[in-house]
């Protein structure tokens, strides 16, 4: 079993900076495959970023160059670094952990991005 906790989301202005942080409390494994998602009001959940094992990374068109995931297996956390956000950015961003065919998700954290 895997409990992930979020933090690091908040209110910012357009061009902004913010940094999303995952802790796990059970062990993560190199194998694991780390993921950040997001869902905007009316709107479906989507996969922003994820990493690999080896650290191969994937990003949604709309964030590349603009977002980095990263992971630390020997502290078990995870990141999203967000960097020139937007207004469509604005969404509950959820961290996620896939081992095998199971998903552990954290309970979300808020991001606004507004001026």
């Known amino acids: 079993q895997v409990q992930l906790v979020e933090s690091g989301g908040g209110l910012v202005q357009p061009g902004g900076s913010l940094r999303l942080s995952c802790a796990a409390s059970?062990?993560?494994?190199?194998?694991?495959?780390m993921g950040w998602y997001r869902q905007a009001p009316g709107k479906q959940r989507e996969l922003v970023a994820s990493i690999r094992s080896g650290g191969a990374t994937n990003y949604v068109d709309s964030v590349r160059y603009r977002f980095t995931i990263s992971r630390d297996n020997g502290k078990n956390t995870f990141s999203l670094q967000m960097n020139n956000l937007k207004t469509e950015d604005t969404a509950v961003y959820y961290c996620?952990?896939?081992?095998?065919?199971?998903?552990?998700w954290g309970q979300g954290t808020q991001v606004t991005v507004s001026s």
């Open positions: 996620n952990v896939h081992r095998w065919s199971t998903d552990y």
């Open positions: 059970g062990r993560i494994f190199s194998f694991d495959t």
